[in-house]
């Protein structure tokens, strides 16, 4: 047979086959006919009775990507202001949070300042950034702006402005004037909004913001690897809608981080090397060109602030503690017009939106937050998108004094008091017989330990569940840096050096700076700075706060950058070498029977990776053999002082 004929007779045999399979089905329909189905082709909901109309929107921008806008009105809304927020984190999410005929029901995820936002009569929209979830193109993790990073013409800045641009014209219900807030990564789009901001743009709220991932927010602090957020950076990047998972494999964090070895190696067992921001933050351990170019601090101190911004931080931010208070030093000196405002309250990462009358075991006799929403946010936000010229002008510094628990009403940050009063930078010395005095030691000697990287000093107790299952212990991830730091002053790998017994009120408004003299028999080392308020023995008003150890201020540096930030090198085995960097900022009060502690140790576990204390040119392919225990020496006392600076306020005579 030819090829040909062949052919044919396949074609044939199909037919025949195709047709006896139609025949057979003809018949199968006529034995079981369908029953009618009772479903709508298309099911319609009424709204009517809605307080609220919802528009899902794609707005075009310049390159011709669209973005997925949610439109949330309050039914019925006239010369309405918008308030607008870019994430990445679903816009459909965010505005969904319940199936409710109320707009505050459907918001309540996200926007627990419902108070604020529906009461005030606000348009609420929110845009799902480009390249996550419904939104075109691609997503990188804070996209860098036009120039070095970026050749592209476009960026968040740009998506920012273009979306204020449709929002301001395309809205007949609203006055044209827009606002932008948002918390975290949602906090660093507003900072990004502000670079050559769009005409309609009147104010911005950048909360816990993002700011600089290498320095102290995000990523690394002080060059200190943050691996907790290994399953961030997994979740957020390896899929557009977030859908790979992060595994977990032990009840306990620190079992896992511990076996895996290196923050690299267990990062390549869970898959990130497909990723492209973990090969970026790979490739760049130190604080070079690509992390300087994206410090939003230092981009917008190029330029006078021209939109009314507030910037609100967080006393125990476990996530951006660093962001809104480096934005703050860098944008005011130039603000000639004042429209820069800052608040800061005693809440964790995104406090400022949720109930706020305690932090743990901590107690503040009055909802902090909702003083936040009510009395400043509000009045802000009405000023200046309604034209509100009857709402209350803010104080250009609100910050609540911990430890008096007071609003504190500013004219500047940092300052003690609104006027009459000044900061001394004092001295706290460390002493023998891990003492901490006012006054230096006059013999010089030192007090040691031993670092095992095999031990690490945990950052909380343990177990230390993953993130998602913190509540197993009802000691949540977010307010961590509140927790009793008794466990950790009782380890042999911790030091303690204790003040006498306050007899009088002091009080720090600032950044504290570690002045540590140190050696290591390594050569390398990490060094953990904590300044602690002890409670007294017995607290009667609070029993389960006696001899409680509050952390005010914290922060980690790593050793390797004693000399500067763009370049790690050695350190000397087994000498003394002075080594300083600033801690969060704190505004607090050490009351009468208190006594100021600070801690120190070389490991903060499995918050940030663990040094191997052997220099190795990269931390993140430090292999098992690295891993070295290390004798720790803090000195003090004539020629080696070791101290921690505090920002002490003195009031006028």
């Not at 950052?459 to 509540?471: A, C, K, T």
Request: hydrophobic fraction near 40%; charge should be negative; glycine fraction near 8%.
């Amino acid at each position: 047979m030819t090829t040909f004929n062949f052919k044919l007779a396949l074609l044939a045999s199909i037919f025949v086959i195709s047709q006896a399979s139609l025949a057979q089905t003809d018949t199968v329909k006529a034995q079981y006919p369908a029953y009618p189905s009772e479903t709508p082709a298309n099911f319609e909901p009424p709204t009517d009775y809605f307080d609220y109309v919802k528009r899902v929107v794609a707005i075009p921008m310049r390159d011709g990507v669209k973005l997925n806008t949610v439109i949330v009105l309050p039914k019925g809304a006239k010369n309405a202001p918008i308030l607008l927020t870019r994430t990445p984190y679903s816009a459909g999410e965010l505005t969904g949070h319940a199936e409710s005929p109320h707009m505050a029901s459907i918001l309540q995820g996200y926007d627990n300042a419902t108070d604020v936002i529906v009461d005030g009569g606000y348009i609420r929209v929110i845009q799902d950034v480009r390249g996550k979830y419904d939104s075109e193109g691609d997503y990188v993790m804070n996209r860098p702006l036009h120039g070095v990073l970026n050749p592209t013409p476009v960026d968040d800045s740009t998506d920012a402005w273009d979306t204020i641009d449709w929002l301001s014209k395309n809205i007949p219900e609203s006055n044209g004037k827009v606002g932008i807030i948002g918390i975290s990564y949602d906090g660093y789009l507003p900072l990004v909004s502000l670079i050559k901001p769009h005409p309609a743009l009147k104010v911005a709220v950048p909360m816990n913001p993002m700011v600089d991932g290498w320095r102290g927010d995000d990523w690394f602090h002080n060059g200190a690897f943050r691996q907790i957020n290994l399953s961030y950076i997994l979740e957020q990047v390896a899929t557009r809608k977030n859908e790979a998972k992060w595994i977990t494999s032990h009840f306990d964090d620190y079992d896992m981080f511990i076996r895996a070895g290196s923050a690299g190696e267990l990062a390549h067992q869970r898959g990130l090397d497909q990723i492209g921001f973990w090969q970026k933050i790979i490739q760049h351990p130190s604080y070079d060109q690509f992390w300087r170019e994206q410090a939003m601090d230092q981009i917008l101190a190029k330029q006078p602030l021209t939109v009314p911004t507030l910037l609100v931080h967080s006393l125990w931010d476990a996530e951006d503690i660093y962001g809104a208070i480096a934005v703050y030093k860098a944008v005011k000196p130039k603000d000639s017009n004042n429209n820069l405002f800052l608040v800061m309250g005693p809440w964790v990462h995104g406090g400022g939106i949720q109930e706020g009358s305690s932090l743990g075991a901590l107690h503040f006799s009055s909802d902090t937050a909702l003083h936040f929403r009510q009395e400043i946010l509000r009045p802000f936000l009405d000023r200046y998108l309604k034209d509100d010229k009857t709402s209350a002008q803010i104080p250009a510094v609100s910050a609540f004094e911990t430890g008096t628990n007071k609003w504190r009403s500013l004219n500047s940050w940092p300052s003690g008091c609104a006027s009459g009063c000044t900061i001394k930078p004092t001295a706290l010395h460390l002493t023998p017989d891990q003492k901490a005095s006012f006054k230096a030691a006059t013999a010089a000697g030192f007090e040691e330990y031993v670092s095992d990287p095999a031990k690490p000093v945990p950052f909380r107790s343990r177990p230390i569940p993953p993130n998602g299952y913190d509540e197993l212990k009802g000691q949540t991830w977010p307010r961590w840096l509140a927790d009793d730091q008794r466990e950790a002053s009782g380890r042999t790998d911790v030091l303690t050096f204790t003040t006498d017994v306050l007899i009088a009120p002091l009080k720090i408004s600032g950044e504290p700076v570690a002045h540590l003299i140190a050696s290591t028999s390594g050569t390398d080392s990490d060094w953990v700075v904590k300044v602690i308020d002890l409670y007294p023995d017995e607290v009667a008003s609070q029993p389960a706060m006696g001899g409680y150890q509050l952390m005010i201020s914290a922060d980690i540096f790593r050793g390797r950058y004693r000399e500067g930030f763009e370049a790690a090198k050695p350190i000397a085995a087994n000498k003394a070498l002075p080594f300083t960097f600033a801690l969060p900022t704190a505004n607090h009060v050490f009351l009468p029977g208190h006594r100021i502690m600070v801690q120190i140790q070389s490991s903060w576990f499995p918050l940030y990776d663990r040094n191997p204390q052997t220099f190795v040119p990269n931390i993140f392919l430090a292999k098992a053999g690295d891993y070295k225990k290390a004798t720790q020496r803090i000195y003090y006392g004539a020629g080696s002082d070791s101290y921690v600076e505090l920002p002490i306020v003195e009031m006028g005579k």
